[in-house]
């Protein structure tokens, strides 16, 4: 059973959501990472959206509003996030955080 801190039961804001989950699905939290001032075209990130952390790859550069467009696989959706909503991406690997490979090839859904 893990309890959130930032998430709450639908029936009360008041009372943190909490959720059975398997045991290899908890891990620490990713330790902070010097915030980027950019990103480019291939950068894997974790954007902030929808109570969570959702990884995707940046697929336009910064337009004239600030915004970078990020990539879904898992979705095939392309959203535009401000800055502050995006972090370099990290994976749980072999039980540490690694901080992910600048660039990912660019798939075929991008084009």
């Known amino acids: 059973m893990v309890q959130y801190k930032n998430l709450v ?25 010097t915030e980027a001032s950019e990103f480019h075209i291939g950068n894997r990130v974790d954007a902030n959206d929808l109570d969570g952390w959702w990884v995707g790859t940046i697929s336009t550069e910064k337009n004239v509003y600030g915004f970078h467009y990020v990539f879904f696989e898992t979705t095939g959706e392309e959203i535009a996030y401000p800055l502050w909503k995006l972090r370099v991406h990290q994976a749980w690997r072999n039980g540490k955080w690694e901080v992910s490979s600048k660039k990912r090839k660019r798939l075929a859904l991008l084009f």
């Not at 009360?12 to 891990?27: G, H, I, N, Q």
């Open 9 to 33: 039961e639908e029936y009360d804001e008041s009372v943190p959501l909490k959720e059975t989950v398997m045991a290899d699905e908890v891990r620490p939290m990713p330790p902070e990472v």
